[in-house]
């Protein structure tokens, strides 16, 4: 073995690492994707190593230089990655000691690459949280926009598909609203747990040097340090978690988008989506299909597949770090990618829906929406509400023989069903009664669902 080829492990081997471990266990591939917040957690270590006097204050400006530079090289591309040096932490730190000499050499006393990724990964992914609640926000507030022009525009509401009750257009989309909100404050929880420094766990045990670990902590920004070396370096519950919370905000945006899908068939028409968004056929010419939609739909099963990837990847590690955990960045990584793509794309495309309210309300008018509303009218005049669902049951199927909606039966024929029918009726059977009619919070009333949206700003805007 030359000097050259020496790893920074090798003191204790008598032949070379084989080319194909050297191809299987490299993640520099893949991990260099931590660089700057490796080079980050390196600096605030540095600085406690000097201030600890574990290090003089010559050898930490040596390594501040040195990791500036890198840094440059890293951002501008000129960073020659070595496949042989493994992983982003030991080409960083062979540049390092290239570049300040034995200073490099010292940085990573008191220091394992156990606790340097587990804390990379963790300032990654505080950073993509960040990142990914104000994409929420974004999709949440052309959300909101859309709604807002759309709390008159009535739809059916289904259960099982079935037309079941009136409900606005607007009611409709603040429900994903709602669970937009609870995603974000799931990552908000999740960030919480993200945010905790390994550093100092050194390899599992912790280390003999005197260093101050909230010092670090303090540094970086997290707001504490794991309290447990062996768990510090070992597990990766924070990036399950946030990939559960991921895989969630997926599967309502796979919810939405089946709607989307569904409403822009012809067979529903209730919207169209900008022509930017979707793609032709090449065989048949009047084809526009929703791509987007479907991608992310599909996409949903990808950072499913993820979350079930990082659970399988922990669960029979004994304490403490193992090499599997090298396998924790690519579906985290591909996770983060997948949802920040995701996110982007569906705020600007809630943008480019065109509304057809005639074609909601006609198919509101058609499958007896207001049904429910003539039996709460019945209940209101004193009958049983079981024997009021009977009286409806009947007069649906009499409207049903006729081909016509409850609202176009004549009061004689309505009164055949129950005495208590007075002419009032009409009120409740137009959709628009049924819509005023459920006037409570959380309601589908054009005036709660104001009230809804009103709210919803107020959140967005804090
Ligand atoms: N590349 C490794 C990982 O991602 C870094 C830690 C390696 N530690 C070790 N003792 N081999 O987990």
């Known amino acids: 073995m030359t000097m050259q080829d020496k790893q920074a492990w090798s003191g204790r081997f008598n032949e070379p690492v084989a080319e194909l471990v050297k191809r299987y266990t490299a993640s520099v591939e893949f991990d260099q994707r931590l ?107 052309a959300l909101v926009n859309l709604a807002a022009h759309h709390t008159h525009t009535i739809m059916p509401g289904f259960t099982h598909l079935q037309v079941a009750q009136p409900v606005s257009f607007a009611h409709h989309l603040m429900a994903y609203f709602e669970m937009l909100k609870r995603d974000a404050e799931r990552l908000a929880d999740a960030r919480r747990r993200v945010n905790r420094l390994p550093l100092g766990a050194a390899a599992l045990a912790g280390t003999s040097y005197p260093i101050k670990r909230e010092y670090v902590a303090d540094l970086l920004g997290f707001d504490g340090v794991c309290e447990n070396s062996l768990d510090a370096v070992s597990d990766r519950d924070f990036a399950i978690e946030f990939t559960a919370a991921a895989a969630l905000i997926m599967t309502h945006l796979s919810r939405l988008s089946e709607e989307l899908i569904l409403w822009m068939s012809p067979c529903f028409g209730f919207i169209d989506i900008a022509d930017r968004f979707c793609t032709g056929s090449s065989i048949m010419p009047q084809k526009k299909n929703p791509d ?37 960045k690519e579906p985290l990584f591909d996770t983060v990618d997948t949802l920040t793509q995701t996110l982007r794309i569906y705020a600007e495309m809630m943008g480019g829906i065109t509304v057809k309210p005639e074609a909601m309300r006609s198919a509101a008018l058609q499958g ?10 019945l209940v209101k005049k004193g009958l049983p509400f079981r024997d009021a ?56 009333a054009p005036q709660q669902v104001e009230a809804a949206i009103a709210r919803a700003r107020k959140y967005l805007a804090e």
């Not at 996409?299 to 924790?328: C, F, H, I, S, W």
């Not at 007896?368 to 009218?377: H, I, K, M, Q, V």
């Not at 409850?406 to 009409?426: G, N, R, W």
Request: net charge negative.
């Open 35 to 141: 660089a700057l917040f490796d080079i980050q957690g390196s600096l605030a270590h540095a600085q406690m190593l000097a201030a600890c006097n574990i290090i003089t204050t010559q050898d930490m400006n040596d390594i501040r230089r040195g990791l500036a530079q890198i840094e440059n090289e890293i951002i501008s591309g000129d960073f020659g990655w070595l496949l042989e040096l493994e992983d982003v932490h030991l080409n960083i730190e062979k540049r390092l000691t290239a570049l300040v000499g034995d200073a490099g050499k010292r940085l990573h006393t008191g220091r394992s690459r156990n606790d340097q990724v587990a804390t990379d990964v963790r300032l990654y992914l505080r950073h993509a949280i960040d990142e990914l609640r104000e994409l929420i926000k974004a999709l949440q507030t």
């Open 292 to 328: 987007v939609p479907e991608l992310v739909r599909g996409k949903t099963g990808r950072v499913n597949g993820n979350l079930v990837a990082l659970l399988t990847l922990m669960k029979g590690q004994p304490l403490a770090y193992n090499k599997d955990n090298q396998e924790d």
């Open 368 to 377: 007896y929406a207001t049904a429910t509303d003539l039996a709460d009218y």
């Open 389 to 444: 669902h009977e009286a409806v049951a009947l007069a649906v199927r009499f409207a049903e023989q006729r081909g016509c909606d409850l609202s176009e039966l004549k009061l004689d024929e309505l009164k055949q069903f129950s005495t208590h029918i007075a002419d009032d009726v009409y009120t409740v059977l137009t959709l628009e009664g049924s819509l005023a009619a459920r006037n409570h919070i959380g309601g589908t």
